[in-house]
């Protein structure tokens, strides 16, 4: 499965009921499982952003809805990338002319 990195920062509505992050947490984990990917890593994080997800999902779509799903909810926002591992990244470089 694909693996993406989301950068989220809290949104003025998430900081006033950041005592509740917790529970959103478990709550975007199980809306991410529906979606059939999986939370690998969540790390709070200091400085421009406030937390960090390494996910999976099962592709481009499914992590596009995953995270515009977040956002719809007003909470954060959030920046995603798509990661790819050492092995593809080596099979990449390798196929360039």
Partial sequence: MPTYVALVTYTE?????????????????ALLKEMGGEMRQVFMTMGEFDLLFIYEAVDDATAARFTLSLGM?????????????????REIIASLS
Avoid at 13 to 29: F, I, M, N, T, Y
Avoid at 73 to 89: H, I, S
């Fill in 13 to 29: 509505r998430g900081l006033q009921a950041v005592r509740e992050s917790p529970k959103r947490l478990d709550a975007a984990k």
């Fill in 73 to 89: 909810l007003g909470n954060v926002r959030t920046r995603t990338m798509k990661a790819f591992p050492e092995a593809a990244y």
